[in-house]
């Protein structure tokens, strides 16, 4: 497909398991983003990759969270020991260069629950 | 720090009427602005921007925004609603000075347009 690509769109999980995300960005796109979403708020920023590198993952809450980019392609956020204040919507977005001045492509989002 | 704040969580206007979404910034150094919309079920859609030049941007669907430095404003218009513009919309800031990574966003505003 064209666009931005996230599965699973929803996981439902249990307190304390691990959880995987993976985002599948427009070809071509070397700028990936990681961003949450919680109900009746913005996307927060998580973690930034130009290419295969983390540019910047000030936004990661804690250690649970890792997010790795090995091919500068696909990218996966993993989440440990899950708990229920991770619950929110994981969105991806990719842009063409990681310029300032470059809109961002999101993905429709995973929506991840924990119970 | 950037920041982004939408004062109005609700804007309601009739059909054929105009429409403003309102949106202030904080940044150090200049300001990249965005407006993205979101429709239900859907990813977060470009709008449009403003990286520099003529204060007033046109953008994607009839809709235009306009940069004011003094007042540190990006406020989105449209000079006649359709019902179909219905959604939700959110205003992003990067500034120069940051990482290329964190674009802000703000909490978004739900516009309703009736017929």
């Known amino acids: 497909g064209a666009g931005v690509s996230q599965t699973p769109s929803n996981k439902v999980t249990e307190k304390g398991k691990y959880v995987e995300l993976r985002c599948d960005p427009i070809?071509?796109?070397?700028?990936l983003y990681w961003y949450r979403q919680s109900l009746g708020q913005g996307p927060e920023f998580l973690i930034y990759?130009?290419?295969?590198?983390?540019?910047?993952d000030s936004g990661l809450p804690n250690d649970r969270f890792f997010a790795v980019r090995p091919e500068g392609s696909v990218s996966t956020l993993k989440i440990q020991r899950t708990e229920r204040g991770d619950s929110a919507v994981y969105l991806c977005?990719?842009?063409?260069?990681?310029?300032?001045?470059?809109?961002?492509?999101f993905g429709e989002g995973s929506r991840l629950t924990v119970l | 720090a950037q920041s982004v704040a939408q004062p109005e969580d609700q804007v309601n206007v009739a059909e054929g009427n105009p429409l403003t979404v309102k949106c202030t910034y904080s940044v150090s150094g200049n300001p990249y602005l965005f407006w993205y919309v979101q429709y239900p079920n859907r990813g977060l859609q470009f709008l449009l921007k403003?990286?520099?030049?003529?204060?007033l941007v046109k953008g994607s669907y009839g809709f235009e925004a306009e940069f004011n430095k003094s007042q540190t404003s990006f406020h989105l218009k449209k000079p006649s609603a359709l019902v179909s513009d219905s959604a939700l919309y959110f205003c992003a800031v990067r500034g120069y000075n940051t990482n290329a990574g964190k674009s802000t966003f703000g909490d978004g505003t739900t516009l309703t347009v009736k017929p």
């Open positions: 403003y990286i520099t030049g003529d204060n």
């Open positions: 990759f130009q290419g295969t590198g983390a540019a910047d």
């Open positions: 977005a990719s842009s063409l260069d990681g310029a300032f001045t470059g809109e961002l492509f």
């Open positions: 070809s071509g796109h070397t700028a």
